[in-house]
């Protein structure tokens, strides 16, 4: 039975960083490695788009912004599903890269309802990326090993 003051045993501490590392990971390193191909089109297009969330984006050059956020991307999607990096690390990699995601969802007026938090049709994509911020809390949150 589910006792939340009880020490929680190895075993489920393990299926649980697994459940919500693995997914996570190879989502963000798949989505990291495709960037790195990107052409100038399309990375002054994701270069605008960032730069909605956060503005300094857009004094960068967009070829070296894309390989950057591709690197990162990459560099985070590994850190997931490297079993020697542990939770409270990849969790708050994970928590910083969602947060900045959301940046660019509360920085358009057209993401959100007039209340400015629900989304807006177009928003939906974005605002998924809230997920990303709690499942790095409860990553960080996982007792140590």
């Known amino acids: 039975m589910f006792n939340p003051f009880s020490k929680p045993e190895k075993t489920n ?27 100038k089109e399309g990375a002054e297009g994701l270069q605008g788009m960032a730069a909605t969330g956060i503005g300094a984006v857009k004094d960068l050059d967009a070829e070296k912004f894309v390989k950057a956020l591709a690197a990162g991307e990459t560099a985070l999607g590994a850190a997931l599903l490297a079993p020697f990096v542990s939770n409270r690390l990849a969790g708050a990699g994970l928590a910083a890269f969602g947060a900045g995601l959301l940046t660019m969802y509360f920085g358009n007026e057209e993401m959100t ?3 400015g938090i629900r989304p807006s049709p177009e928003g939906i994509a974005l605002s998924k990326d809230a997920w990303l ?3 790095g809390a409860g990553l960080m949150a996982l007792p140590s090993k």
Not at 20 to 28: H, N, W
């Open 13 to 39: 501490v393990r299926l649980a960083s697994a459940a919500l590392r693995v997914p996570l990971g190879l989502y963000i390193l798949n989505s990291g490695v495709g960037k790195f191909g990107m052409g």
């Open 113 to 115: 309802e007039a209340d």
């Open 133 to 135: 911020v709690a499942i």
